[in-house]
């Protein structure tokens, strides 16, 4: 069975840094694309930064200079670097999953709030 399990939420001031681990296990296959979505109270799911196998990335205009993917083929995890996190940024970051078939695979969650 698939799991993908994220680590790292955390109450932070504005200003500070968090950084925000995804693992995935209980497959044998890489991952297509990886990401973190952000889910904010009263608001749909949105996309914060993909990555695929071959390392092309994208993130959401308003994080851009401010987040940093990156990726660990071998391990099958991703990391987000989020810094100078503002109290928009508070959400609950969802870990995503892509295989090369297509399917979706999502973690359960782990909570940022910035507080101002």
């Known amino acids: 069975q698939v799991q993908l399990v994220e680590s790292g939420g955390s109450l932070v001031q504005a200003g500070g840094s968090l950084s925000l681990s995804c693992a995935a296990s209980?497959?044998?296959?890489?991952?297509?694309?990886m990401g973190w979505y952000s889910q904010a109270p009263g608001k749909e799911r949105e996309l914060v930064a993909i990555?695929?196998?071959?390392?092309?990335?994208n993130y959401r205009d308003s994080v851009k200079g401010r987040f940093t993917i990156s990726r660990d083929n071998v391990k099958n995890t991703i990391h987000l670097q989020m810094n100078d996190l503002q109290p928009e940024d508070t959400a609950v970051y969802y870990c995503?999953?892509?295989?090369?078939?297509?399917?979706?695979?999502w973690g359960q969650g782990t909570q940022v709030t910035v507080s101002s």
């Open positions: 995503h999953g892509q295989s090369i078939g297509g399917r979706d695979y």
């Open positions: 990555i695929n196998r071959g390392g092309d990335i």
């Open positions: 209980g497959m044998i296959f890489i991952m297509n694309v």
